[in-house]
Structure formats: C-alpha cells, structure tokens
C-alpha cells in the first residue's frame, strides 16, 4: 500500500480550511453589516431629533 | 429571532453535524483503498465538492431565469450567491484533487480533458463574479446576471461528460463502465453521506449568503440616499 497519509492531511487541510475560511468571512460580514446598520439607524434618530427641536 | 432565522440556525447545525458525521465515518468506518492508500479518502469530500459545484451553477441558472420571467430582484440576489458558493466549492474540488493527483499520477496537474473543462468552468463563474461588480445600476446588474448565468451553464455538462465521452486518465465513479471506480459497500455509503452532507451545507451557505446580499443591497441604498458610500472591503 502506497504511503499517502501527507496527501491525506493535506487535503482534508485544504478543504476544511476553505470551507472554515468561507465561514469566518460570512461572520465578519454579518457582524460589520449589523455595526454599520445600528449606526445608520442612530444617525437617522439623532438627525430627527434636532429637527424637532428646530421646529 | 424570526421563524426564518431559527429555521436558518436549526438547518445550520444540522449541515455542520451532518459534515462531522461524514468526517468521522470516513477516517474511521470506511476501509482503506489497497492500492492509492489513505489518500483515496480525500475523494469522499472532492467528489461531494464537484457535485455542490455543479449543482450550485444549475441552482443559479434557475435563478436566473426565474428573474427574467419574474423581474424580482430577489433571484438575483439568489443567482449571485449561488454563483459564489459553487465557485467555493469548485476551488475545493479543484486543490483536492491537484493533492490526490500527486501521489497517484506523479503530477500535480496535467491538461487532461476533465481538468481542462473544469478550469474553463471555474474561470467561466470567476468572470461573472468579476463582471457584476462592474455593472452599478441593479436592474441592469441583474439582467446582465440572469442571462450570464444561463450561458454560462453549458460548461457545466461539459464537465460532467467531458470524463464519460472522451479519453480521459479521470476516474469515473458512475456510468462510467469499465473505467469505474469499484467501490465496494462501505465506500458508497460514505460516498452517498458525503454527497448528501454536502448538499445541505450547500443550502446552508447560499442562504446565508443570499441574506447578507440583501442586506448589504439594502444598506447601500440607504448610504445612496444619504449621499454616502461604503466600502464593503469584498
């Protein structure tokens, strides 16, 4: 039988670690989308505010 | 939490028990193949992998024209993440079988019909995600998308046949006659959880994917209309 168990190693290596980066990149995205959200959302609530106060 | 995102979460777990499951069953419930020795394993995941791919570039057609006949840009939002998703999944394919290749044919690539028509499909839906990013106007994007996605699914049977209808060195699993792989019960088995693990990690992704699109689609309009941009970093 042939020794192939590096081969083996290194590509479970690279599928699991594509697949986990894929992951990671997902989260960060998500997690950058809702911070950028909970700003736009507290810009828009202050903007209103000192509208009301100058009317 | 909506019903949409605890179902989301529920089916995210599942294709993560699902994977692990597989991964277990192929270290230590499946034999060893005498000849290649343990670096035949690498072969449950690359082929789940191709499969994924494949059916990640159909699923987008689908999408596509599921848009052109509805207009909703919400396909689209589905025909791009499916385009992603399938890319990543034919990358995967793609290195694990260079690594496989190695000890098996002594190459980490040779231009063989099967590898030739799977590089074309990958540079195919590279292209797309590179030409997208061009287009601003989100009715035109997704039109140019739609169709995109259509025409450039032919690489896809392509690729499928390219090992069954010419002379290839790229083992065949199924259908493939005597150029089949012969693999004995246990294998198929690992072989069909792979396949099936895949498939819904697939699903997983794309709906994951698709969500954010969406919302970054939303949030960029809302940046427009306050005069402002965002760099997404992407």
């Known amino acids: 039988m042939a020794q192939t168990l590096n081969y083996f190693i290194a590509g479970y290596a690279v599928i699991l670690g594509l697949l986990g980066a894929y992951c990671l990149y997902l989260y960060l995205l998500s997690r950058k989308l809702k911070k950028t959200s909970a700003s736009l959302q507290k810009e828009s609530q202050e903007s209103s505010a000192k509208g009301k106060i100058a009317d | ?234």
């Not at chain 2, 004995?184 to 997983?204: D, E, P, W």
């Not at chain 2, 969406?214 to 402002?228: F, M, V």
């Open chain 2, 1 to 234: 939490m909506s019903s949409k995102n605890k179902l989301l979460a529920l089916l995210s777990v599942l294709a993560f028990l699902l994977v692990l499951f597989a991964f277990i069953r192929m270290l230590f419930f499946t034999p060893v193949e005498q000849t290649m020795g343990l670096v035949q394993k690498v072969f449950y995941f690359h082929m789940s992998a191709a499969w994924v791919g494949m059916l990640a570039f159909l699923a987008a057609a689908v999408f596509g024209l599921l848009y052109l006949s509805r207009k909703d840009l919400k396909w689209d939002t589905l025909t791009a993440a499916s385009v992603e998703v399938g890319l990543l999944f034919t990358v995967i394919c793609i290195i694990s079988g260079m690594i496989w290749a190695r000890p098996i044919w002594n190459t980490w690539w040779t231009w063989d019909p099967r590898l030739t028509t799977v590089t074309i499909m990958a540079f195919t839906y590279i292209a797309f995600i590179l030409l997208r990013r061009g287009v601003d106007n989100p009715t035109r994007r997704a039109r140019f998308s739609a169709v995109y996605a259509v025409i450039g699914f032919i690489s896809v049977p392509l690729t499928f046949f390219s090992a069954r209808l010419l002379r290839t060195i790229h083992p065949v699993v199924f259908g493939g006659g005597e150029a089949d792989m012969n693999l004995n019960a246990q294998m198929l088995t690992t072989l069909f959880i792979s396949l099936g693990a895949f498939t819904v990690l697939y699903a997983v992704l794309l709906l994951h994917r698709a969500r954010l699109m969406a919302q970054q689609e939303e949030l960029n309009q809302k940046l427009a209309a306050d005069d402002g941009s965002y760099d997404w970093g992407e």
